[in-house]
């Protein structure tokens, strides 16, 4: 049976005689074979399912991996558009259009052994195959109309068709001739020409769009009856539109499309009388197209059928189905997600959610709903729609895609926006949902670096949904008391190792630009090692600056730039909402006691609308500033002086808002940011306030206080509840412009704070500003990162804080259990648990006790995992305490612990050494009247000032016997730093020092070359600990077979 249209006509058959179309051409199609759709739709799916379980990629014209399984999944969706489309509207057999389908079978069965090489045939070939599904709804929805445009419709049809028939046949006839021909024939020299007729028939396309735009206004103007004066007006608006001439600018269309945006949402609600102003809109403009097609006349095609939607009555059934049709098939292709896991039994939900709280405990949900709760309705539609992102979703490749912007352009809102339209559109398949971070809200974990904490959120978001976590994952958590030396390839390698089993993976990551420039490069290189490494779809979307190391990054990546030009239409809804809500919405913000007129409020959109440059944080901030203003001269004056850039606008507000305050009011500012600007980890309201007041002195004790006295430069994030800046470019402002704000400075204060939180100093003060209930606690923080602080708040006197609180501190009993680890409990405990006759090979062994009878020597003790190298040493020191008991001689230790490694600081360790050695000898107590150095004018780092004090006290000593237990456990920095310092003590007082590590080359060399090393004592070559193992076994046997267990 012919292919006819309702028309009556068969566009393929006058396509296959068109004298457009070369004679060769003709003959290649007449002589495939023609196929059955059903026939075809089952072998598309046999061989999508085949190549998805290879997971068979290719490398793609531009370099990129392209899915197989995914082309062919698509092709699978164009047949059974096709066939659902003829089923609903005109129910005839494919006739001439079965031939396009047969060569695009016979295409793509024979170009698989050679897709790399053929990648822009195979990729044109889905491109021709949904070029089909389109124009049979095109054909079925207009060219049974009675409107002038149909004939024009008809012939650029036929012009297509022709085109798509050229394509197919030289296709065709390149894969007809035999392999050797192939390979010496010259696909590569005619890619070219392919990817012209590719883009050919992708141009035609559009140019049918705009007729379809004159048709469907013809289709509308039947259907909306002139009952009353603003249908009346509705309908010559859709009359003008039916006769433009398709020549008019870009910036008339795209007024037009918003005139029609505001018809069709009135439509939906009925008609008003505020569609009589709509219709004015319609109206006023000339009611023309641009004669070029682009990404507004595509927007307006479709805002045109979903007006034809809301308006169609039942008789028009069919077209709005067609239409339904036609929009779903102009949407990036939906991957269908398909999770393979290797089954581990089902665990408890207790551990399924302990181990789900180990690989992350980042709040990302509560992130996004942040963000996302301030996006204004019908904000971000431009990159929604945007070609780009399109191809981003719609692409059978694995690609990563960069979105780019000035500070305060609204970058994270965008991302969100797109977050929430994915969920949305894979609401239905919980798999394809995307995962997603916001860098600059993502809290750094203790031992883990923040892209570590980043990749470790994406994996659990990963797997989180998943009825069995998989069997890596399991693997990863039983190893979870081992270090790792690459923390961050390991959370890399298990998320392609995850992604490999699902057929495609969302990855969108917002502000990478807040990670320190180190950090950003290690996040790039992981999300390029995951698109290029792993065998199935990966789609990655990145937000960031315009920093220069991420454009060279990107450069070979397609990308969106956040122009004015671009967001406009977002910055005047979002102006017009903000001036509304400030002027009409009560409590009234704006001008409170003075009537505002629409012509003053005009020109206070207008003035921010000039001044925003596509920056909704400028109008903000700039409307927040005009809201302290009293009287209309102000909020005029003020206007004609708008500081151009955030960096002004901050200044403004710090001069007017805070330099202003009271000498009490603006120490506590300085103390609030200087905190949150240095703080190791987020801290909690409450907290936040208690270190604040703990370093200054003055009573900070309200959330509207600091909110009040920071002049909207710091917000409260309700979710998490804690105390941010209210944007990155507030804190770059205060770092870079603001020299009170200075690194050293902000640590000084904090390790005041700190200090003075671990003494009794303001205890009673801090006590006053706390509240029940609070997770934290504010000595907890303070006693974890003390010396972190105190490290980088540069040199200072000795007798000046924070220094001379550490003379105290030294000395301080105490009274919390949130101080530091008591080495001495960690002691008794570990020793408590030893059977009896463990480590006395040790005990005597020549080693040891030649090491304990001469003054200076090093004893090293290594082994790997398991070889109890603390169970020694906690008998050494025990030994050493009982041998050693008389007050001319100290034992000090450290247990160093890699679960401890954000608080063991060479600073803190240094610090516990001199905190013992001053409680076993009470006539140190009071390090501040007997120490050398208080009169002494010179400055100090940290790690000198307390390194003097533990050489002053250890001076009383006739000998002192250091053992460190764990010394690889430590960041490397501390690690070296904290080994020097006890070589220096070494070359000063009579020290004996024992580490104990694991086999470690730097620490072995450093203890040869460094230190007086006597004897290295390596576990795994001395049988004598063989009797260890005798006894543990014999008590295991003993206690099977008497203690009933």
């Not at 004669?291 to 007006?307: F, H, P, R, V």
């Not at 049988?1023 to 005798?1030: I, M, N, P, R």
Request: charged residues 25%.
């Amino acid at each position: 049976m012919a292919n006819q249209n309702q028309n009556g006509s068969d566009l393929w058959a006058e396509a296959l005689t068109d004298p457009g179309l070369a004679a060769k051409d003709k003959d290649s199609i007449k002589g495939i074979a023609p196929i059955k759709l059903d026939e075809l739709l089952h072998s598309i799916e046999t061989q999508r399912d085949t190549y998805r379980n290879q997971r068979t990629t290719f490398k793609g014209p531009k370099g990129e991996r392209v899915v197989l399984s995914d082309i062919f999944a698509k092709v699978a969706k164009w047949i059974k558009k096709f066939v659902e489309v003829g089923d609903t509207a005109v129910q005839f057999d494919p006739g001439h259009a079965a031939l396009p389908w047969a060569a695009v079978r016979f295409i793509l069965q024979t170009s698989l052994n050679h897709a790399e090489q053929h990648a822009v045939i195979l990729e044109g070939v889905e491109t021709v195959a949904r070029v089909l599904a389109w124009s049979k709804i095109q054909e079925s929805l207009y060219l049974g109309q009675k409107a002038e445009a149909v004939h024009l419709l008809k012939a650029d049809l036929v012009r297509l068709y022709v085109t798509v028939l050229s394509f197919l046949a030289k296709a065709y006839r390149f894969y007809c001739k035999r392999s050797s021909e192939r390979a010496f024939g010259s696909v590569f020299k005619s890619s070219d020409h392919y990817s012209k007729k590719v883009h050919e028939i992708s141009s035609q396309q559009h140019e049918i769009e705009r007729y379809a735009v004159q048709i469907l206004a013809a289709i509308l103007i039947d259907q909306v009856q002139a009952s009353d004066t603003n249908q009346s007006r509705l309908f010559h608006a859709f009359k003008a539109l039916k006769t433009s001439h398709l020549k008019d600018s870009d910036a008339k269309q795209t007024k037009l499309l918003e005139s029609l945006q505001e018809v069709k949402f009135s439509l939906a609600e009925g008609l008003d009388a505020k569609q009589s102003k709509l219709l004015e809109a319609l109206e006023d403009q000339k009611i023309t197209l641009a004669g070029d097609c682009n990404a507004t006349q595509a927007i307006l095609l479709e805002t045109l059928q979903d007006l034809r939607l809301k308006v169609a009555d039942d008789s028009h059934a069919i077209q709005s189905k067609l239409l339904e049709a036609l929009q779903d098939l102009k949407r990036p292709f939906s991957h269908v997600q398909t999770v393979s896991t290797t089954s581990n039994g089902i665990l408890k939900d207790l551990q399924r959610d302990k181990i789900l709280d180990w690989v992350s405990s980042t709040r990302h949900q509560s992130h996004h709903s942040q963000i996302y709760k301030k996006v204004l309705k019908g904000t971000g539609e431009w990159l929604l729609r945007s070609p780009e992102l399109y191809d981003w979703l719609d692409s059978s490749s694995s690609q990563m895609m960069w979105l780019h912007g000035i500070p305060g352009s609204g970058k994270s809102r965008l991302v969100s926006i797109l977050a929430h339209d994915m969920k949305e559109s894979h609401g239905h398949l919980s798999g394809t949902m995307p995962t997603y971070s916001y860098c600059g809200m993502v809290e750094q974990r203790p031992l883990e670096s923040k892209p570590e904490t980043i990749f470790r959120s994406l994996i659990r978001q990963l797997i989180v949904s998943e009825s069995e976590l998989p069997e890596p994952i399991l693997r990863w958590y039983g190893k979870r008391d081992e270090q790792s030396d690459n923390p961050l390839g390991e959370a890399v390698r298990l998320i392609k190792e995850i992604a490999s089993e699902r057929s495609v993976t969302y990855i969108l990551l917002d502000a990478v630009d807040e990670c320190d420039g180190d950090e950003r490069g290690e996040i790039l290189k992981g999300l390029e090692e995951i698109l290029q490494q792993c065998s199935t779809l990966i789609k990655i979307f990145v937000s960031s600056r315009n920093d220069h190391d991420f454009s060279n990054f990107f450069s070979g990546y397609p990308h969106v730039s956040i122009k004015a030009s671009k967001n406009q239409g977002d910055i005047e809804m979002y102006i017009n909402k903000m001036v509304h809500d400030a002027i009409v919405e009560k409590p009234k913000k704006l001008l409170s006691t003075v009537d505002v007129s629409d012509s003053f409020k005009d020109q206070i959109k207008r003035t921010l609308r000039e001044g925003a440059q596509g920056m909704f944080l400028w109008v903000e901030l700039q409307l927040q500033y005009l809201c302290t203003l009293k009287s209309k001269d102000d909020v005029e004056d003020r206007l004609g002086h708008l500081p151009p850039t955030l960096i002004g606008v901050y200044g403004d507000i710090y001069s007017r808002n805070i330099e202003t305050l009271a000498e009490n009011s603006k120490i506590l500012v300085e103390n609030i940011v200087q905190w949150l600007l240095c703080c190791q980890e987020s801290l909690e309201i409450d907290v936040l306030m208690a270190a604040v007041t703990a370093s200054s002195r003055r009573k900070c004790s309200t959330k509207a206080q600091v909110l009040d006295l920071t002049a909207n430069l710091v917000t409260h994030d309700e979710e998490l509840n804690v105390f941010r800046f209210a944007h990155l470019s507030v804190k770059e402002y205060l770092e870079e412009v603001r020299m009170d704000f200075a690194s050293p400075r902000n640590h000084k204060t904090a390790a005041i704070g700190s200090l003075r939180l671990l003494t009794d100093d303001t205890q009673s003060l801090v006590e006053e500003v706390r509240h029940e209930g609070r997770a934290q606690n504010p000595q907890a923080y303070a006693s974890k990162y003390w010396s972190r602080h105190l490290m980088q708040c540069g040199d200072q006197k000795p007798m000046e804080e924070p220094y001379s609180l550490l003379q105290e501190f030294a000395a301080h009993q105490p009274h919390w259990c949130w101080q530091e680890p008591n080495f001495a409990e960690y002691q008794d405990n570990n020793f408590s648990k030893l059977l009896v006759g463990t480590g006395a090979w040790l005990l005597k062994s020549s080693e040891m006790n030649t090491w304990k009878s001469r003054t200076g020597d090093t004893l090293f003790l290594s082994g790997g995992p398991g070889f109890g190298k603390t169970v020694l040493t906690s008998i050494t020191i025990d030994h050493l305490q009982e041998q050693f008991a008389d007050e001319a001689f100290a034992v000090a230790y450290v247990y160093c612990n890699l679960n401890e490694q954000s608080r063991q600081s060479s600073v803190y360790l240094v610090f516990s050494l001199l905190r013992q050695l001053v409680q076993q000898k009470p006539s140190l107590a009071n390090l501040r009247e007997i120490s050398d150095d208080r009169h002494d004018p010179s400055t100090r780092t940290a790690i000198e000032h307390v390194f003097a004090l533990l050489r002053h006290s250890g001076s009383s000593f006739e000998r002192i016997f250091i053992v460190v237990d764990g010394l690889d456990e430590l960041l490397h920095e501390d690690l070296q730093e904290f080994l020097a310092k006890l070589h220096e003590l070494q070359s000063c007082l009579p020290v004996n020092l024992m580490i104990v590590s694991r086999p470690h080359s730097y620490i072995e060399a450093e203890l040869r070359t460094g230190g007086r090393l006597l004897e290295c004592i390596d576990l795994m070559k001395r049988y004598t600990k063989l009797e260890d193992v005798e006894i543990c076994c014999s008590t295991c046997v003993e206690a099977t077979l008497y203690g009933g267990k």
